[in-house]
């Protein structure tokens, strides 16, 4: 008999469920809901004292509204809730205030701010004026902004501090298209209201039903991790076709009742698509500004889902794991993590859970999982990862201790998701089913190609890059690497640029080895090396606010870093890591020396993006003396004497 092999599947896609005409823009999802619950509540805005929002009666005392607490309280500041109707007439106002600034149909206001809700009324404000808000990254260096102003041709920037503006200044002659630099914490919105007291209101009516499905709602940089950022065009039919049919696909998540606070940066096209979304869909917004304060944030705002990169889950979980350790409770930590591994493991078998699995997963829900549940505010149901793979063993403890962790796949230029687990449809590892509208094709090299009405229209000023992204029939290149299942869930496997080529003709995919060592509590970052090499190895940096808890966890005391760094029992640990993440490659893609470099990549020296993406290109180019040292020997840990 003559055996065949069932082909991997190339293509999938979903049908639209939501036509949307081409007159409609995302001001026109305010304007929608606002006409049929204008008394919905928006925002619940944490404010202290001083702050605008609280001068206001009907705002200063939280009603009992849909979707809000009555008495939401954080440890210094209250939260204050703000009604569509509430919102809508800020909006205006701030929008009136940039049409007396001489902003017109089209220009470029730059917003450069932490996650905050001044950058939500700023983004609509802008929009209601017929403008295309630009975000820039509040940690962006004078020469980044001063590209992103040029290029983008900027004619009015907002930034949040007096450092903020310190940094604009520096770079201010180089920016002709700049005529106002405006400080939100000097009251920038309130001046905005001020001056733009006299525009009349049927002005922002007209500009607000100005632009179409087909123009431009705002350019988006990536943080790129070699050369200049491309400013991506994004359109406002991209976000409101895109945002539409995601509330219709996952209504469990993002229609109704729910409630999610905004901590990644507004920047990020995540973030922004978000934004637009939470009012598409009736979610209730909050901004976290301040990672220090977020455990605090999220008890107070108690969000039913979050939205988070892999790093910031991975941190949860480590986090809890060294607590449970400082509490001499560390076994039952151990025994509580298995059961939800196992329990959620169980979920995707036929037979479900045993009843004495399901026991046990009780028994730790009391003792463990709740806890961990209360910390991020006590009614999350749903998380949504993206902006790397977050692992089978962290998807699974999460689902067994009650929190939905639904992965998804998307880029700058597709709007944010193009992909993503449903509750209903999940397969936990994968990035999920295309979105409605959007469709996936694996071309014969496995790169990832999308295409629908959510990638965007090209890069700004750019056309040979724009010429570069798409293929002859418009399916665009994301450079990723991937492979899809008969049931149409993607998994990404890799960047293409990234493949690693060995002296012996080996192709690697770093991503699924630094992932992997990366979930270690002890490891910031790891960097796979090895092109044209022998062998692959790795340059490891530790994190630093990881080092005193895990310290803490083994009954050792804290030592200087230089001792961190040839401490046995760590370099054990980082062995044991990485032999780990060595079980999920064949024998010649496994790391076999590496290398504890002794500081740490960061956004503010260069190699990290704001998105804190690894610059490979900098770190190889930087630390190959490092490299080098794990191929000639010296100062090299050596896995395969290590474990011998």
């Given amino acids: 008999m003559e055996l065949t092999s069932t082909p991997t599947p190339t293509m999938a896609a979903t049908p639209l469920a939501i036509e949307v005409p081409r007159e409609t823009n995302i001001d026109s999802i305010l304007r929608t809901r606002l006409a049929a619950e204008p008394d919905a509540v928006f925002l619940d805005v944490r ?8 001068k206001e009666p009907s705002i200063r005392t939280p009603k009992a509204r849909r979707g809000s607490d009555k008495h939401l309280k954080g440890k210094k500041d209250e939260w204050h809730t703000v009604t569509l109707r509430e919102f809508n007439e800020r909006v205006v106002a701030a929008a009136k205030g940039l049409v007396a600034l001489g902003v017109q149909p089209g220009d470029r206001v730059g917003i450069m701010c932490r996650t905050r809700f001044e950058w939500t009324l700023l983004d609509f404000a802008a929009w209601a004026a017929g403008a295309v808000p630009v975000p820039i990254y509040e940690t962006s260096s004078a020469d980044q902004v001063q590209w992103i102003v040029s290029n983008s041709e900027i004619s009015v920037l907002f930034v949040e501090t007096e450092g903020n503006r310190a940094t604009v200044n ?18 920038a919105i309130e001046m905005l209201t001020t001056i733009g007291a006299a525009v009349p209101t049927e002005e922002i009516e007209r500009r607000r039903r100005l632009a179409t499905t087909d123009d431009l709602a705002t350019i988006i940089y990536t943080s790129g991790t070699t050369g200049r950022p491309k400013g991506a065009e994004l359109t406002h039919g991209n976000f409101v076709i895109l945002t539409l049919n995601a509330v219709a696909a996952v209504p469990q998540v993002f229609n109704g009742m ?28 909050g901004h976290s500004p301040d990672l220090k ?13 979050i939205l988070g990169v892999p790093r910031v889950f991975e941190k949860v979980y480590n986090q809890a794991e060294q607590n449970a350790a400082a509490d001499k409770a560390r076994p039952y930590w151990n025994w ?10 169980a979920l995707d078998t036929p037979e479900g859970p045993r009843p004495g699995l399901k026991f046990q997963r009780l028994f730790a829900d009391g003792l463990v999982f709740s806890k961990l549940r209360d910390k991020l505010g006590g009614k999350v149901e749903y998380a949504v990862s993206g ?20 992965e998804g796949y998307g880029l700058t230029e597709t709007t944010a998701p193009t992909s993503v687990n449903r509750p209903e449809a999940t397969v936990i590892g994968s990035v999920g089913q ?6 996936i094709k694996i071309a014969e090299d496995g790169e990832i190609m999308l295409k629908g009405p959510h990638v965007f229209r090209g890069y700004h000023k750019n056309p040979e890059a724009t010429a570069e992204a798409f293929d002859a029939d418009g399916w665009f290149h994301t450079g990723d690497i991937g492979a899809l299942d008969e049931n149409g869930f993607c998994r990404i496997t890799g960047r293409k640029k990234e493949i690693i080529v060995t002296a012996g003709g080996k192709n ?7 992932d992997r060592v990366r979930a270690h509590a002890l490891v910031s970052q790891c960097v796979v090396v090895g092109d044209n090499r022998p062998f692959i190895g790795a340059l490891i940096t530790l994190d630093q606010e990881g080092i005193p808890g895990w310290f803490k966890m083994h009954g050792k005391h804290r030592e200087s870093m230089d001792e961190v760094l040839t401490d046995p029992d760590v370099l054990a640990s980082i062995d044991a890591a990485i032999l780990r993440a060595n079980e999920a490659v064949s024998k010649a893609e496994q790391i076999r020396k590496y290398t504890i470099l002794p500081g740490d990549f960061t956004v503010e020296n260069g190699y990290l993006t704001p998105s804190m993406k690894v610059r490979r290109s900098e770190v190889l180019r930087d630390f190959a003396d490092d490299v080098e040292s794990v191929y000639s020997g010296a100062n090299s840990r050596d896995l395969v004497a290590a474990s011998a």
């Fill in 47 to 54: 404010v202290g004292p001083g702050h605008p929002l609280i």
């Fill in 170 to 187: 520096k770079v201010r002659e180089q920016m002709p298209s700049l005529s106002e630099l405006l400080v939100i914490d000097n009251g």
């Fill in 434 to 439: 295309q979105l409605p509208g959007c469709a």
């Fill in 293 to 305: 304060n977020l455990t605090d944030d999220l008890q107070g705002f108690k969000p039913t889902y």
């Fill in 508 to 514: 690697v995919a770093p991503a699924q080895l630094e």
């Fill in 258 to 285: 729910g409630r999610t606070m905004l901590f990644l940066p507004l920047a990020h096209v995540f973030a922004r698509f978000i934004e637009v979304l939470a009012l598409a869909g009736g979610t209730v917004l």
């Fill in 336 to 345: 509580a993590s298995k059961v939800a591994i196992e329990y959620s493991r």
């Fill in 387 to 406: 902006g790397g793979p977050l692992g089978e063993r962290l998807g699974h403890f999460y689902r067994g201790l009650g929190i939905n962790i639904l």
